[in-house]
């Protein structure tokens, strides 16, 4: 009892003993001493504070995600629940824990003691799923002998891919230091650093070897060091990045999806099929145990991976991992529009990446990168009123797949909980410091109380409209006169550089100059790394006045990348533009052509979309039908790439045909296309009416319906073996003729083509079988034609049996 109460208190000292050792280079200034009050970023963090993260905790009630929790908390007592069903995924704990993260960061600089005690008891259910020795899983804790199928039989063995024990752990780790730090409270830390210390004692160096299949653990293990001082923690965190590899014994080893085809520091690029988001955040915590331990093979390693990612793989949204398949990265210059996949979270995992590289290396390439993924790709993954998401992130869209329009939730969450951590830390990447030098890296209508390690302070303050207007006003007051450098960055969208390579340039070069100035007086634009420093004894009241010209540019894309070519995007100041179905003729935008020589002008609507800069034009329209394709001048308009989608679904645009040769004509309403489609199972069925894009029956990422996972799996979704979807008609309706083009993602996915099909047609309230005298066919890659005796019918059926084991699906459903 005595050894037990002395481990209490040497962990509850160590708690309060931060490390103070090597760290990085550079040092963000906190958020919590950067206070927005602009008209972009503010009104964005109050709305996830006082919409999006009430929103996201009651989802997490509805879908069951605290019920995990509570069944495991009864186990625990010894009353096994009545419900042993495992969670719907063996991650769901984290969607709970990243909720939390993000409302003890909106704790931390807005007191509201109702959101502080509502934590309390969400934290004490986290405790109560708690086991003896720390263990802490829902999945297995409601049901130890049957968990979820990922998770394995016993603790650990199939961590290598696909448990999740390490990646829940992380996410409660980042959640636990948070709360921690905002509110002084142990009570989730400590049960995180039990989880640790369980960890701390079965894995290691002459023990047990493991990495997680799904990073962030380590990124969470540097937090309980810097908070703790405990090194065993940090040592972990490399133990687990060292062991990562094909000579691994641990299941994955080998597997380039999690990162594990070649040791950690011999890794040059973002290999293609890898998941994007746990390469971000694995990314992320080699350069967090790079900085704390000086191991420069991380910093070797990382630098050459974001290289490849910024020479090779990032869409002009800042988005990254195209594929759908595996939510990876593809090959270089793999980076196609409609079928872009671009995880909300895979934006995230991007921007901690870089804002990292940049306190490693001070270089403002980094930040290039940050920003254009910030205010593009990762915050159009939530909507203007902060209740429904986007996981993927396309550049552009069609209107009939289900991935056009925002969800309220998904059955794997991970996107919105990443949006409620990532929102409410905005204003801690505007700055960094370093003994007496001070980094501006963003822009935004703000005050900062900045602290630096030379022991003095400096209050900052920024007036700026800034993305929409490139004037910046800095206002200076030292604590007292004084020496210090102030390192102002110059995006590389104003020096006529939109990435940091040559992926993407600007199709004629500016002539407009950036102007500098402090107290009034002009400053050469000396660059280093992309900075200009202003070296002098500051005083209170002294000025800096940042001019950045702010034109609409076109952009082009390297000719390596095929999607792109003969295709303009349109960019001001860091924003990406969009045409968007709501704003133009016809509701169609992807029939639109943009001459190179039609001028561009911004616009300020007040009224729309909660204000923003419009992008102004004309452009040509194509459209088709029996006779031709026809052409005719029309205006165009163009909002913000982050802003589509909240106004319904429809079409968008971001790369804009220069030719005849890239437009989709508008097609004319077919039988098919006007109909009205129902389907069983969950997914929306609208993508199969598309007649304007040819398909592939591989085509995953694109326009496409299927049942996935019904016919699949071991549960309740085996049961399933069969489908159906329905066109209903206004009035009666002639058919002869139906084709159907099926999906079918083998050899990776779940989805098959058909064990066999038929069509119905409704004759009054009855269905029954058209006759068709030939095969019912389902061939791949190819409209499967069924000529039937005509009928007249207010609707049609289509019935498919799943082959077993398999789900099925439908590219197209064409009728005559």
């Known amino acids: ?36 009050h602009d008209i972009f970023w503010a009104p964005r963090i109050e709305t996830n504070r006082a919409v999006t993260i009430p929103f996201a905790f009651e989802q997490d009630q509805k879908s069951g995600r605290f ?63 708690q086991e003896p020795d720390g263990y802490l899983y829902t999945t297995r804790t409601i049901n130890p002998l049957s968990p979820h199928p990922w998770s394995g039989k016993e603790r650990w063995i199939l961590e290598g891919v696909n448990s999740h024990e390490l990646y829940d752990l992380g996410h409660l780790y980042e959640a636990a230091v948070a709360h921690y730090q905002a509110t002084g409270k142990r009570t989730l830390l400590d049960v995180a650093l039990r989880t640790a210390n369980l960890l701390d004692a079965t894995f290691g160096p002459d023990k047990r070897s493991i990495w997680p299949g799904h990073q962030i653990v380590e990124m969470g293990l540097a937090k309980l060091y810097r908070v703790t001082g405990e090194e065993r923690y940090l040592n972990l965190a490399k133990f687990m990045l060292d062991q990562r590899g094909p000579q691994s014994k641990e299941q994955g080893a080998g597997n ?3 990162q594990a085809h070649m040791r950690v520091v011999d890794q040059t690029e973002a290999v293609a099929g890898g998941h994007a988001v746990r390469a971000t955040y694995m990314y992320s915590g080699m350069a967090d145990v790079a900085a704390l331990t000086g191991d420069m093979a991380y910093v070797h390693a990382i630098d050459k991976i974001w290289d490849d990612v910024a020479e090779h793989k990032i869409s002009v949204t800042g988005g990254i991992g195209p594929r759908a398949a595996g939510e990876a990265f593809g090959a270089a210059y793999e980076l196609p529009n409609l079928t872009a996949y671009n995880e909300t979270c895979a934006a995230v995992g991007n921007d901690f990446w870089n804002h990292r590289l940049f306190l490693l290396h001070a270089d403002s390439k980094y930040i290039d990168i940050m920003e254009r993924t910030l205010y593009n790709g990762l915050i159009s993954g939530v909507s203007l009123d902060g209740k429904s998401f986007f996981y993927e992130n396309p550049l552009e869209a069609t209107g009939y797949a289900g991935k056009d329009s ?13 949006i409620t951590r990532f ?36 209050k900052v303050t920024q007036e700026t409209h800034y993305p929409w207007d490139g004037a910046v006003k800095m206002t200076v007051e030292p604590d007292q006169a004084g020496p210090l450098t102030i390192n102002v960055r110059i995006p590389g969208w104003a020096r006529n550089e939109p990435v940091p390579s040559d992926l993407y340039r600007f199709a004629d070069k500016s002539t407009r100059q950036v102007t500098l100035k402090v107290n009034g007086q002009n400053v050469p634009l000396k660059l280093d790394k992309g900075y200009v420093a202003l070296t002098r004894t500051w005083k209170k009241g002294d000025t800096i006045d940042l001019n950045m010209p702010m034109t609409v540019r076109r952009v082009l894309a390297n000719e390596k990348v095929e999607a792109d070519r ?38 300020w609507n007040a009224e729309m979309l909660k204000g923003v800069m419009v992008v102004r034009g004309k452009a040509v329209a194509f459209s088709r039908d029996d006779k031709g394709v026809h052409k005719n001048t029309v205006g165009m308009t163009m909002i913000p790439y982050s802003t589509w989608a909240n106004r319904g679904k429809g079409q968008m645009v971001v790369w804009l045909a220069t030719s005849e040769a890239g437009v989709v004509p508008a097609a004319p309403p077919t039988t098919s296309s006007i109909a009205k489609v129902t389907s069983s199972g969950t997914k929306d069925p609208r993508a199969i009416q598309d007649e304007e894009d040819k ?25 399933v073996t069969n489908g159906w979807i329905e066109y209903t008609f206004e009035t009666p309706t002639r058919v002869s003729q139906s084709q159907i083009y099926w999906f079918d993602d083998a050899p990776r996915g779940g989805v098959r083509v058909p064990g066999s099909w038929r069509i119905l047609y409704k004759d ?14 389902v061939e791949k890659d190819k409209y499967n034609v069924v000529t039937v005796k005509p009928v007249a019918t207010t609707a049609l059926r289509l019935e498919v049996d799943f082959q077993k084991s398999f789900s099925a699906g439908v590219q197209r459903w064409k009728v005559k």
């Open 406 to 418: 925002r969800q309220p939730w998904f059955g794997v969450a991970c996107c919105p909980g990443n």
């Open 423 to 458: 929102m409410a830390s905005v204003p801690g990447y505007v700055y960094a410091q370093r003994n007496d030098t001070l980094w501006v890296n963003l822009f935004a209508a703000s005050t900062a109380d900045v602290k630096l390690d030379n022991g003095h302070t400096v």
């Open 566 to 603: 003969g295709r303009v995007a349109i960019q001001r100041g860091p924003i990406v533009y969009a045409a968007e179905w709501a704003d133009n003729p016809d509701h169609k935008v992807r029939n639109l052509m943009l001459p190179d020589s039609e001028p561009l002008t911004a616009v």
């Open 67 to 129: 019920y995990n929790f509570e069944r495991a908390a009864q186990a625990l007592k010894g009353t096994p629940p009545s419900d042993l069903r495992p969670p719907g995924y063996p991650f769901d704990d984290t969607d709970v824990y990243k909720v939390l993260e993000g409302a003890s960061y909106t704790l931390s600089v807005h007191p509201d003691p109702k959101l502080d005690a509502y934590l309390d008891e969400v934290i004490a259910k986290i405790a109560a799923a």
């Open 695 to 719: 398909p592939a029956s591989s085509h995953q990422g694109g326009i496409y319906f299927d049942w996935w996972p019904q016919g699949t799996g071991n549960g309740a979704n085996s049961k």
């Open 256 to 258: 380039p999806y999690v």
């Open 764 to 777: 009054g309230s009855e269905w029954k079988p058209v006759e068709n005298s030939g095969a019912w066919g």
């Open 1 to 36: 009892m005595k050894t037990l109460k002395a481990l209490a208190c040497l962990l509850s000292v160590s708690a309060l003993a931060p490390a103070e050792t090597r760290d990085y280079p550079v040092k963000p200034v906190p958020f919590t001493a950067v206070h927005i």
